[in-house]
């Protein structure tokens, strides 16, 4: 759900059909389709297992384009147009082996994860917005050696990955410096195989869903839980 959208829409990404479903928030109605179910394809309106949907303040959004192949992030219009897009495969700056997540960050910073490099790279906006090249990525700075890293969330100081072997949560400084690492419990009742996604209420309680075991879980803030090491909300412009 775009955090700029006042209908409040809900984007389904649908990996293994290769498409985007749209609906209305109360998802009575579908409102756009972007791709072509069960047809896999790097063209412009068409993907190869797409993955996750960030959101620009001005209607704009960018695609994760995927985990088949592709690797690249598309770039599309309020309307869902087509736009532009960058990436390529390859091990060096701004090329990937998946794109998995994405998040975006103060002063327009992209954060692009990469399941198979085991990274995440940040990408710096060089475009002015309303510009007729906005937006525009420069790669900035890698941050290596994660263990198999599945999504990322950003707020206004630092940014929480989530991770495996073992299950976890990192945290960085957005310069890429580790803050804090958070080991989820792997035995009992609330054990995790991996956190697949996760997201923030206004309240602090911690969402993540687990894709092995099947179910989500909430999280609450401990009692004596330093407030520096507590995942924010994502982060939205003021």
Do not use: C
Not at 44 to 51: K, S, T, V
Not at 105 to 113: C, D, S, T, V
Not at 134 to 140: G, N
Not at 194 to 201: A, G, I, P, T, Y
């Amino acid at each position: 759900m775009s955090p700029y959208d006042p209908e409040k829409r809900l984007w389904l990404v649908d990996e293994t059909g290769h498409i985007i479903y749209v609906f209305s928030n109360d998802g009575t109605q579908l409102l756009m389709t972007l791709g072509e179910k069960n047809v896999a394809a790097k063209y412009e309106n068409h993907f190869n297992q797409p993955q996750d949907v960030a959101f620009l303040p001005d209607g704009k959004f960018l695609i994760a384009d995927g985990l088949g192949g592709n690797n690249r992030i598309i770039v599309r219009n309020a309307d869902g147009s087509y736009r532009s897009e960058f990436g390529e495969t390859g091990e060096g700056p701004g090329q990937f082996a998946s794109v998995h997540a994405l998040a975006m960050g103060p002063e327009g910073n992209l954060y692009a994860l990469d399941r198979d490099l085991l990274r995440i790279q940040n990408f710096k906006q060089t475009a002015t917005p309303g510009s007729s090249d906005y937006p525009r990525y420069e790669h900035i700075a890698t941050w290596p050696d994660l263990g198999m890293p599945l999504d990322i969330l950003v707020g206004e100081d630092s940014a929480w990955v989530t991770d495996l072997n073992p299950p976890k949560i990192v945290q960085f400084n957005l310069d890429g410096t580790r803050r804090y690492t958070w080991n989820l419990p792997v035995e009992g009742p609330h054990r995790w195989i991996e956190m697949h996604s996760l997201s923030v209420d206004s309240d602090g309680n911690l969402y993540g869903t687990d894709n092995q075991a099947g179910r989500p879980q909430k999280l609450t803030p401990r009692f004596d839980a330093d407030p520096e090491l507590i995942l924010d909300r994502p982060y939205v412009p003021r």
